[in-house]
């Protein structure tokens, strides 16, 4: 079972770079999210997808777009990457809106130079 | 935006121990939820909580929603080397978020 899949797995990318991290899931679930994770921040919200169509502001979405393509596709776009989105950045779904778990991907760790 | 403060922020321990873990705010939520993640990996499920006072185990890990709808616990009893790893709380609210704790490392030792 794939669930939630994630590519690149790692990217380094130079200051002023753009690059589109991936994410499909399999299984048929309406809502999708980024999250960031930074030593000892926790995993932080960027952007989420209620439901295909639309697109909501997280925590932290300075810096950051997001497209959802379809049901099974949400990207993050970083238009012009700074050293301090250097992360591991992780996708996640759940069936619905916020009110059961999210699955996650394996994360993406992205290093900006 | 909305914090949950999470504890202790590391463990060590010996194999065959209890571990105990909580995750606090100043918010109300209506589901809580505890995830492990392993090294190079995405955090996976262990308990999912969804009212105030309940009280739900998997396994050797028990987790409970506070009463107050403001905090959460996490217990595993006789701990195992792979225990080893991140513990997150989690916590929802009405706008479709789920909010991170900072994690709770935790090591044992064989």
């Known amino acids: 079972n794939a669930g939630v899949t994630q590519t690149p797995k790692f990217q380094v990318l130079k200051t002023g770079q753009s690059m589109t991290l991936q994410c499909a899931q399999d299984?048929?679930?309406?809502?999708m999210y980024w999250y960031r994770q930074d030593p000892g921040m926790g995993l932080r919200l960027i952007y989420y997808?209620?439901?295909?169509?639309?697109?909501d502001k997280g925590e932290v979405p300075n810096g950051y777009n997001v497209s959802r393509l379809n049901k099974r596709e949400f990207s993050l776009r970083l238009e012009s990457a700074a050293p301090s989105q250097t992360s591991v950045y992780f996708c996640?779904?759940?069936?619905?809106?916020?009110?059961?778990?999210?699955?996650f991907g394996q994360g993406t760790r992205l290093t900006v130079v | 935006g909305q914090q949950l403060n999470q504890s202790p922020q590391s463990m060590f321990i010996q194999e065959g121990e209890d571990v105990s873990m909580n995750c606090t705010s100043s918010?109300?939520?209506?589901?809580w939820l505890w995830y492990k993640q392993d090294p190079g990996e995405g955090p996976v499920l262990l308990i999912a909580?969804?009212?105030?006072?309940e009280l739900t185990s998997n396994g050797r890990l028990t987790a409970q929603f506070g009463i107050t709808r403001k905090d959460s616990f996490l217990n595993i009893s006789a701990s195992i080397p792979s225990d080893v790893g991140i513990y997150f709380c989690?916590?929802?609210?009405?706008?479709?978020?789920?909010?991170f704790g900072t994690g709770t490392s935790l090591t044992v030792i064989p």
């Open positions: 299984m048929n679930h309406n809502s």
């Open positions: 918010s109300i939520f209506n589901t």
């Open positions: 909580l969804y009212k105030a006072g």
């Open positions: 997808s209620a439901s295909e169509g639309t697109t």
């Open positions: 989690a916590a929802y609210n009405t706008g479709n978020q789920f909010y």
């Open positions: 996640a779904s759940s069936i619905s809106p916020g009110v059961t778990e999210a699955f």
